[in-house]
């Protein structure tokens, strides 16, 4: 072990390791990335935590500079989860559910607890928490904070960050801070802190006043979006104040998450399941459009195009057998509602199905369970692509997760199948139609110098494509090391120097998962291509998107 290993197993509670087998599995996580760690711990508590920072604050003060990473089960796939300095990994002792209250539904949580696992518990009170993403079996909470993440039922429910009431975060040097929204009483108090808290609260204070046109502009025309800080929700017009956005979604560059409160809603099982074919994209558009504008939203408004139907059909010609078959149509949407009342539900489910009658005449309800988990398979087919293998190809996560306005989709899918042709690149999009929030994966092979090329050619174009037309580089994947570079493109000079100022006040020494979201470039991030992408950590799981 070295020096600084040694110092921190004698001080912390948790374990401490530097093992090359240890190190080689927390180097590579869902993304095409690699980076070796030089230590792994294990932090029993909070507290761990807390000595760790102030540990490296201390060493970053006499110009020694190791970085810490927070990780959760490792599913990102931007490269968040990587770091060249301390990984601190949280799913081995802090996965605990604090506490549960029943009457206001309030939950506090643990950032390494499975996401599923908190799910599962919820559902047994009759409450769940709406905005899991696809990878909740085996991924964490801390992880969602982190990444402000998303899923299917985002587009009646909203993000992560809609759902989180407080946070505990231990800063930069150690210190242990609690986020909730405060008065402006509270809010005085704050700025009136000789703290290393109280010099944040007055900087992020200032710079909010001061730049504040400029961080207006951020606002995009998008249902959703998790690329770069949020600024825009921390002070309201009544002076109210709040710096959870600000940490949800920061991927641990601000400061390390180490307690979760976290709001929940009312969990119906029943529910009503639509299952819509159309011929052409624009029909498809226009009919979502409708279907938001008029009423209430359904829980999940998801699709799947033809070419992700042709080609698990030919990787896997039963898997879909019975359910969809052959000549696809151009887009399947699944809707689906979950109002509580039947009265409510039945109401929402007759006005889309007359909205779809202007659209399509293929329409299939179910309300059975089993019928219902068999429409699914056609969204959840997507993980059939995702670990198959073309030879020595393999589905990259590199081009996915942009998200426009509703009213630009048949451009963005337009765009995306003219790109994906110009490199003569089979192509299959699956996604949430509801936000226009979609997902592709390229196969190509990284042991090849043309593929890897490959690689940035199709995320310059399909990310200046996303950013022409409105949109945001990532939906609810958020930026990691792979979006980060594009932050400058997607927000412009000046609003990009502000989340600089951002990373600086919260980290002024640069020991908060150095090289991801801010100051990340592409020539910094094409040495750390792995020559060969498997999904080996997820394995024991079905990969999901």
């Given at each position: 072990?070295?020096?600084?290993?040694?110092?921190?197993?004698?001080?912390?509670?948790?374990?401490?390791?530097?093992?090359p087998?240890?190190?080689?599995y927390?180097?590579?996580?869902?993304?095409?990335?690699?980076?070796?760690?030089?230590?792994?711990?294990?932090?029993?508590?909070?507290n761990?935590?807390?000595?760790?920072?102030?540990?490296?604050?201390?060493?970053?003060?006499?110009?020694?500079?190791?970085?810490?990473?927070?990780?959760?089960?490792?599913?990102?796939?931007?490269?968040?989860?990587?770091?060249?300095g301390?990984?601190?990994?949280l799913?081995?002792?802090?996965?605990?559910?604090i506490?549960?209250?029943?009457?206001?539904?309030l939950?506090?949580?643990?950032?390494?607890?499975?996401?599923?696992?908190?799910?599962?518990?919820?559902?047994?009170?009759g409450?769940?928490?709406?905005?899991?993403?696809?990878?909740?079996?085996?991924?964490?909470?801390g992880?969602?904070?982190?990444?402000?993440?998303?899923?299917?039922?985002?587009?009646k429910?909203?993000?992560?960050?809609d759902?989180?009431?407080?946070?505990?975060?231990?800063?930069?040097?150690?210190?242990?801070i609690?986020?909730?929204?405060?008065?402006?009483?509270?809010?005085?108090?704050?700025?009136?802190?000789?703290?290393?808290?109280?010099?944040?609260?007055?900087?992020?204070?200032?710079?909010?006043?001061?730049?504040?046109?400029?961080?207006e502009?951020?606002?995009?025309?998008?249902?959703?979006?998790?690329?770069?800080?949020?600024?825009?929700?921390?002070?309201?017009?009544?002076?109210?104040?709040?710096?959870?956005?600000?940490?949800?979604g920061?991927?641990?560059?601000?400061?390390?998450?180490?307690?979760?409160?976290?709001e929940?809603?009312a969990?119906?099982?029943?529910?009503?399941?639509?299952?819509?074919?159309?011929?052409?994209?624009?029909?498809?558009?226009?009919?979502?459009?409708?279907?938001?504008?008029?009423?209430?939203?359904p829980?999940?408004?998801?699709m799947v195009?033809?070419?992700?139907?042709?080609?698990?059909?030919?990787i896997?010609?039963?898997q879909?057998?019975?359910i969809?078959?052959?000549?696809?149509?151009?887009v399947?949407?699944?809707?689906?509602?979950?109002d509580?009342?039947d009265r409510?539900?039945?109401?929402?489910?007759?006005?889309?199905?007359?909205?779809?009658?202007?659209y399509?005449?293929?329409?299939?309800?179910?309300?059975?369970?089993?019928q219902q988990?068999?429409?699914?398979?056609?969204?959840?087919?997507s993980?059939?692509?995702?670990?198959?293998?073309?030879?020595t190809?393999?589905?990259l996560?590199?081009?996915?997760?942009?998200v426009?306005?509703?009213?630009?989709?048949?451009?963005?899918?337009?765009?995306?199948?003219d790109?994906?042709?110009r490199?003569?690149?089979?192509?299959?999009v699956?996604?949430?139609?509801?936000?226009?929030?979609?997902?592709?994966q390229?196969?190509?092979?990284?042991?090849?110098?043309?593929?890897?090329?490959?690689?940035?050619?199709?995320?310059?174009?399909?990310?200046s494509?996303?950013?022409?037309l409105?949109?945001?580089?990532?939906?609810?994947?958020?930026?990691?090391?792979?979006?980060?570079?594009?932050?400058?493109?997607l927000?412009?000079?000046?609003?990009?120097?502000?989340?600089?100022?951002?990373?600086?006040?919260?980290?002024?020494?640069?020991?908060?998962n150095?090289?991801?979201?801010m100051?990340?470039?592409?020539?910094?991030?094409?040495?750390?291509?792995r020559?060969?992408?498997?999904?080996?950590?997820?394995?024991?799981?079905?990969?999901?998107?």
């Amino acid at each position: 072990m070295s020096k600084v290993a040694h110092y921190l197993q004698e001080h912390l509670t948790g374990e401490v390791m530097t093992s090359p087998d240890a190190r080689r599995y927390f180097a590579t996580d869902g993304s095409i990335f690699a980076l070796l760690p030089a230590i792994v711990v294990y932090p029993q508590n909070e507290n761990d935590i807390r000595k760790t920072a102030r540990f490296t604050w201390q060493l970053a003060e006499r110009g020694r500079i190791i970085p810490m990473t927070p990780r959760g089960a490792g599913t990102d796939q931007g490269g968040g989860a990587l770091g060249s300095g301390l990984m601190i990994a949280l799913t081995a002792h802090m996965n605990r559910i604090i506490e549960f209250d029943s009457k206001s539904g309030l939950v506090v949580v643990e950032p390494g607890l499975n996401y599923g696992k908190l799910q599962q518990t919820l559902h047994t009170h009759g409450r769940f928490l709406p905005p899991f993403p696809a990878s909740y079996e085996y991924s964490t909470i801390g992880g969602a904070v982190a990444n402000n993440a998303s899923g299917e039922k985002t587009v009646k429910y909203g993000s992560t960050l809609d759902f989180v009431r407080s946070l505990r975060v231990i800063l930069a040097n150690g210190e242990v801070i609690e986020t909730y929204r405060l008065s402006k009483r509270e809010l005085s108090k704050k700025l009136g802190l000789s703290t290393f808290e109280g010099e944040i609260y007055r900087a992020v204070d200032t710079l909010l006043d001061e730049q504040k046109n400029i961080i207006e502009d951020m606002a995009l025309k998008t249902t959703k979006n998790s690329a770069g800080y949020n600024l825009l929700d921390i002070k309201r017009k009544d002076g109210l104040f709040d710096l959870t956005p600000l940490f949800v979604g920061s991927q641990g560059t601000l400061g390390t998450i180490s307690e979760i409160t976290l709001e929940t809603a009312a969990y119906n099982p029943q529910t009503t399941l639509l299952a819509a074919q159309f011929e052409t994209i624009e029909d498809m558009q226009a009919a979502v459009m409708d279907i938001k504008s008029k009423g209430d939203s359904p829980s999940a408004l998801e699709m799947v195009d033809k070419h992700l139907l042709e080609m698990v059909e030919s990787i896997n010609p039963n898997q879909l057998k019975g359910i969809i078959d052959a000549p696809f149509p151009a887009v399947v949407l699944l809707i689906e509602f979950d109002d509580s009342s039947d009265r409510a539900q039945h109401k929402n489910v007759k006005r889309v199905k007359k909205i779809l009658e202007h659209y399509t005449s293929k329409v299939q309800e179910e309300t059975d369970p089993m019928q219902q988990e068999k429409l699914w398979k056609i969204r959840h087919a997507s993980a059939t692509l995702i670990s198959h293998s073309a030879g020595t190809k393999k589905a990259l996560p590199i081009i996915e997760d942009g998200v426009v306005p509703l009213d630009k989709f048949k451009e963005y899918l337009a765009g995306v199948y003219d790109i994906f042709a110009r490199h003569r690149l089979d192509v299959a999009v699956w996604g949430h139609a509801g936000d226009a929030n979609l997902h592709m994966q390229p196969y190509l092979d990284l042991a090849q110098v043309g593929d890897r090329q490959q690689v940035f050619s199709l995320m310059n174009e399909y990310y200046s494509l996303v950013i022409s037309l409105g949109g945001s580089t990532s939906g609810e994947h958020n930026d990691g090391r792979l979006r980060g570079p594009y932050l400058e493109q997607l927000y412009g000079q000046q609003l990009y120097a502000v989340f600089q100022k951002v990373k600086k006040i919260c980290d002024p020494y640069g020991t908060l998962n150095p090289g991801v979201k801010m100051d990340v470039s592409l020539d910094a991030i094409r040495p750390l291509v792995r020559t060969q992408f498997s999904m080996e950590h997820l394995y024991d799981h079905l990969p999901r998107s």
